[in-house]
């Protein structure tokens, strides 16, 4: 009671010390009221404008239309002050569910005040409207009968994971209370109550709104690589939740494995913790060929993420061009590839004087090569040598072989002839021999032997049989049917060749050409001229049946290889039929002359050039015996020959 007066009195204090503080002369003490006392204790002197404010004695009520205070005046002291209170009853309050309708400044005993339904209640039928209430003799009201019904707001509900407190019911002005549960933060007021909605809108809500019950979570963790985190409820991460991070298989986890879910703003969720990594572990890893751990490097059975492996190469073996010896184990949870890193030292490259390298590859350690001589050596040691790691150096398994001359035996000695160079100890492949013929032996064969490489590549042979020396000597045939057309002869020795003729009527069984031969006799051996077939046909007859003097007499001239050839004059393809012997024959011997005659110039012509060409070409003087230079004695023999006949 005494805070409500204050209250009033406070606020006009304030403004009478402002105005009038310290200005005149001092008041004594203030007035005595009789039924009321000044507020603060009373003082011997007051400063002028100074006031002084009282307040009713209990039991007593202010009399709002009359003034409570007084003022130190500088002149005339303090101002005068009437009884203000007197006895009577408190302002009537309002109940849960109705007012008091009409407002008085002071209420005596039997004042009479009526109540009226709040605006937000109703009327109980049956009940008074205006129920008056009045101011005891004590000094106290009339009790207010139950005549309204508040305006109900209904149930609040129970917030979601919360509850309410019903503290009476769901009416005007009544109270809920609210709750969250555990680890659920209440967000609003704990309290709501039943109350009007507006001044000018009579419906009840609950003001304030109901609170909800919120608890904070934490974003989904960050994902990881190689490894994943459990925990969260159904996809979310409420407060105090965990979340546990695991590595695959083959990972292993750096930092630590667990998230916790806190606030710090009761609002938002964070976690607290590090989110870890999950590092590959390489298995133990298979070394590159060839190479192996560089010493010092010592390795697990797993190898975290990172780890460097170097590496060197094994014994006879060196390090490929552009290749770094290491191996790194990858977060992928495998070693980096290194897919060779050492190979074979290379063996020095072997030289073997008049040989070489058959077949190789690079020459490197554990790789064979074979070797081969030049031609006319062979190999002594075997060809293949395997390059090999000896004492931890890369050489050749073995000596390299060496390439030695093919000698080929010492050429037969021939009778009636020798060779030169003369017989000595060594006769290699490549090397020649020429025989010659002591004076009137002919070389039968070839006079040059070479030595060659056999077949089987390791042995010398001679490449032809030795030549013999022999005394040729040839008759001059005695031809039947036919006769010599070649100039005369005294001897005739190897390869001397005659031309022959047969008479008319026979024609040459093999050859118009006979040669002599090593057996000293001729080739081919007759008969030479064999009767001609009377049915014979033959266009081009061998015989020269006495032709006429022609332009074109038979020649014969000399070819690349020696031999001679026969020029035949084309003639008639009819047999001259026989004549008288008498009259033909002396015509014939006639026409035989003069054709004696142009053959031996003929012949003269082709010995010149013959004998010219040999001059050029030095040819063993074994062949030059083919033929003989027909002298002019010899032509003057064969006149005399062909007058006998
Ligand atoms: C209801 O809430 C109010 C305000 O928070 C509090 O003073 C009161 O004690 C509460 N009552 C109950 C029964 O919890
Ligand atoms: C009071 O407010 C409520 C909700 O806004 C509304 O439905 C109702 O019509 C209002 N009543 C009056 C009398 O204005
Ligand atoms: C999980 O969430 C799905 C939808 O996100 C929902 O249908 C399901 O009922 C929830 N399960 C639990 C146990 O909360
Ligand atoms: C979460 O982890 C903390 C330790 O960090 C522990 O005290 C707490 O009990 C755990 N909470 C759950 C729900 O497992
Ligand atoms: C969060 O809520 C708790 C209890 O519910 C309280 O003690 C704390 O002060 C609140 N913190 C903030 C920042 O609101
Ligand atoms: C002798 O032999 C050599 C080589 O074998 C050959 O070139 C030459 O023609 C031969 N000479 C004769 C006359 O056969």
């Known amino acids: 009671m005494f805070g409500n007066v204050f209250s009033h009195l406070g606020p006009r204090i304030l403004v009478l010390f402002s105005l009038f503080s310290g200005v005149l002369g001092d008041c004594g003490p203030p007035p005595v009221l009789k039924n009321a006392r000044p507020f603060d204790p009373i003082k011997s ?6 006031s002084v404010v009282y307040t009713c004695l209990p039991d007593y009520r202010e009399d709002h239309t009359k003034p409570y205070m007084t003022v130190c005046s500088p002149d005339k002291g303090w101002k005068p002050l009437e009884e203000f209170c007197e006895r009577g ?13 009409e407002f008085l400044p002071f209420y005596p005993v039997g004042t009479v005040v009526h109540h009226v339904c709040h605006r937000s209640a109703e009327h109980i039928p049956g009940h008074p409207k205006r129920p008056p209430i009045t101011c005891l003799s004590d000094y106290t009201w009339s009790p207010v009968p139950v005549f309204c019904k508040g305006k109900s707001c209904g149930d609040p509900g129970r917030p979601e994971n919360g509850d309410r407190i019903i503290l009476t019911d769901f009416l005007l002005k009544a109270e809920v209370n609210f709750t969250c549960n555990k680890g659920y933060q209440l967000i609003g007021s704990p309290t709501s109550q039943c109350l009007s909605r507006s001044r000018s809108n009579n419906t009840v809500v609950w003001k304030p709104n109901p609170p909800i019950c919120f608890r904070p979570t934490c974003p989904p963790p960050s994902d990881i690589r190689n490894g994943a985190y459990t925990g969260g409820k159904n996809g979310t991460f409420p407060l105090n939740s965990n979340v546990t991070y695991i590595c695959d298989l083959g990972f292993s986890l750096s930092g630590d494995n667990l998230l916790h879910c806190i606030t710090e703003d009761n609002k938002t969720g964070i976690w607290r913790g590090s989110v870890p990594e999950c590092k590959g572990d390489c298995p133990n890893p298979v070394l590159p060929p060839h190479s192996s751990l560089r010493t010092g490097e010592v390795l697990l059975d797993t190898s975290p993420t990172g780890t460097v492996l170097r590496l060197q190469c094994i014994a006879g073996h060196e390090i490929i061009t552009g290749t770094i010896p290491r191996m790194t184990c990858l977060d992928t949870n495998k070693w980096s590839e290194l897919p060779t890193l050492c190979q074979g030292k290379r063996c020095p490259i072997p030289h073997i004087e008049n040989g070489q390298i058959v077949s190789s590859d690079d020459l490197r350690l554990g790789e064979e090569i074979t070797l081969g001589c030049q031609y006319g050596f062979r190999i002594i040691g075997g060809a293949t040598r395997q390059c090999v790691l000896k004492s931890g150096r890369v050489d050749w398994n073995r000596e390299l072989p060496v390439c030695e001359r093919i000698p080929c035996a010492r050429p037969p000695i021939i009778a009636n002839g020798r060779y030169d160079p003369s017989p000595s100890d060594t006769y290699d492949a490549g090397w020649t021999v020429i025989y010659r013929c002591d004076a009137d032996y002919s070389l039968i064969g070839n006079s040059t032997i070479t030595c060659t490489v056999a077949e089987n590549g390791v042995d010398g042979k001679w490449n032809l049989p030795s030549p013999e020396c022999k005394n040729v000597k040839c008759r001059r045939p005695i031809i039947p049917n036919g006769k010599v057309a070649s100039v005369f002869q005294a001897t005739y020795t190897y390869q001397n060749k005659l031309l022959i003729e047969c008479d008319p009527g026979y024609t040459f069984v093999e050859s118009s050409l006979i040669e002599c031969d090593a057996d000293s006799q001729w080739k081919p051996s007759g008969p030479w001229c064999d009767k001609i077939p009377t049915t014979s046909k033959s266009p081009t007859p061998a015989v020269t049946p006495t032709p006429p003097i022609s332009l074109t007499p038979g020649i014969v001239t000399p070819k690349e290889d020696g031999t001679e050839e026969t020029a035949v004059p084309p003639t008639t393809t009819q047999a001259t039929p ?52 027909v002298s002019e004695k010899d032509m003057a023999l064969e006149e005399k020959e062909k007058e006998k006949v």
């Open 45 to 50: 002197t007051y400063k002028p404008h100074e």
């Open 578 to 629: 026989k004549d008288e012997p008498g009259s033909v024959s002396r015509i014939g011997i006639a026409i035989g002359a003069v054709l004696a005659v142009i053959v031996l110039a003929a012949l003269i012509i082709v010995a010149v050039k013959w004998f010219l060409r040999q001059g050029k070409t030095n040819i063993p003087s074994a062949s030059t015996d083919n033929y003989r230079v």
């Open 89 to 101: 009853c408190e302002g009537p309050y309002a109940t849960r569910f109705s007012i008091v309708e």
